[in-house]
């Protein structure tokens, strides 16, 4: 990393400490960027919001160390059953089996995992942790961001390169950067229920019913906790609805026999925001998480896209802090995150309006389609494996895709899609992910044929680790893994030419190419980062094009 003239300088400062923040917050961190997290609270959130997790997230997790902890303590491998009038089963979904090397789908507890992040945070050597902390002001120009920070009676500012809002639905770092957000709220309101001492064992299945009269979703997790979400009616009263005269109403004895005081975690009614920032980006101040998208729960993607989002995101802010990093890798992130996060909108939007649907005939002729659509295999497969949560597909950001010019393929990776991570063995015998063996930051795989092949020095200037993978039963070596079942090597002919995978930090593809294309792909990737391009201590400035700085 290049030297800083003022020590005072940060790189980069994160606003917001709840799962977003402090996952993108240590991230930097971890590749040895001097980060500064501002947190208004002073502990860990101990609220159950987001209760779902996927296996991206939790390769995320993994990486910052903290995912085997949390999946101790979570409900793993699970699915949805979406039942109709009269509580009857109209499809039961499950994920496909997850390439990630982790649970599809997870049930999982907020407060455990802000607990383990945030101790995480309070003892990085590399992370400065404001809590206690507000900020009050964001101002930026070519030369850096300034946020006023307040804690108790004291305002002082900190400087640094850029700035991550990650500071919930209603930012204030947004707001203060001028971004505005577009979409809607929904009508209907909510109440979640989160119990506490469960006597009931339940099956491993978030259960969304649209039974016509009063909608509700239940969601079990471990060790006794049960969330139930019941839709309000127009005329019922938040206040009133959320005393434990009425919970228990809707609980007893519907749901279980007896309810006491210690058996309520918590009851709060919301309301639904289906919205997302007009840009991600403005000059050096970017947003992540809520801060950028709300969306409603039914698909359980809040606290995904946000983790997504800090995964994206914090391996180009790195390449920035180096000087490698071109304005169009930065812009990448909004190019890459926001198409995807518009599209969890509009998949939990829908899924919300088929489970909302109260209206005698619509409910019918709901439950009628859901059946009929079933009787299609495509169809039924689409709806049964939840096809209808893409994945995302980074291909038209920072990535050579595989029609541009070079043509090479490989039947198990897709330019643009993550990586799957399939068990390896290495020389000492040992048996791990292969993400263990991929390091930070690049990682370029070669797959068939002799080792180290790929001979452009760009590699090394990006510092991509370079790594071997065999087939089952080759003999493993110093750079070179066997997996233990075929799957990256699982259409590779012994023989064959020798076929690169270049991996970026986030895990997705960035390219796949042959010795040929080689010299193309690296000239693609220039592009995006160089890291030759600037030897000065100080990142590019934001182009002429981006949005002003404000001043609050």
Known sequence: MTGRRDAAIRDVVVVGGGPTGLIAALLLADTGVRTTLVEKETGPGDLPRAISLQDESLRTLEQLGVADALKAESLLDTGSRYFGLGDRLLLEAKPVASRLGHPAKTQFDQPLLERLLWERAVTHERLEFLRGAEATAVTQDADGVRVSVTTGNRTRTLTSDWLIGADGGRSFVRRATGIDMAGTTQPQRWIVVDLLNEPTAREPFAEFHGNGIRPYVLVPGMRGR???????FDHEDPEDMTTPERIRKLIVPRFRNTLTPDDVRRAVVYVAHQRIARTYRAGRVFLAGDAAHLMPPFAGQGLNAGIRDAANLTWKLAEAVTGGAGERLLDSYEKER?????????VSRRIGTVVMASHPVLTRVRDAIVRGLGLIPRVHDHLAHMRFIAPPDYSAGAAVPAADGHGTTLDTVSVGRALSQPAVRDATGAERGLDAHLGPGWALLQIGGPPH????????????????????????????????????????HTDAPPVFVAVRPDRYVAAVFDSASEHHVVEHLRVFIDRARHTGPHPPTPTPGSPSPTHH
């Open 226 to 232: 049960l969330r139930i979400e019941f839709m309000l």
């Open 338 to 346: 926001r198409t995807h996060g518009a599209a969890m909108v509009t």
């Open 453 to 492: 092949r790929a001979v452009d020095t760009y590699w090394d200037t990006i510092g991509a680790r370079r790594l071997c993978i065999r087939k089952p039963g080759g003999e493993p070596a110093d750079g070179v893994v066997t997996e233990t079942t075929a799957v990256l090597t699982r259409t590779v």
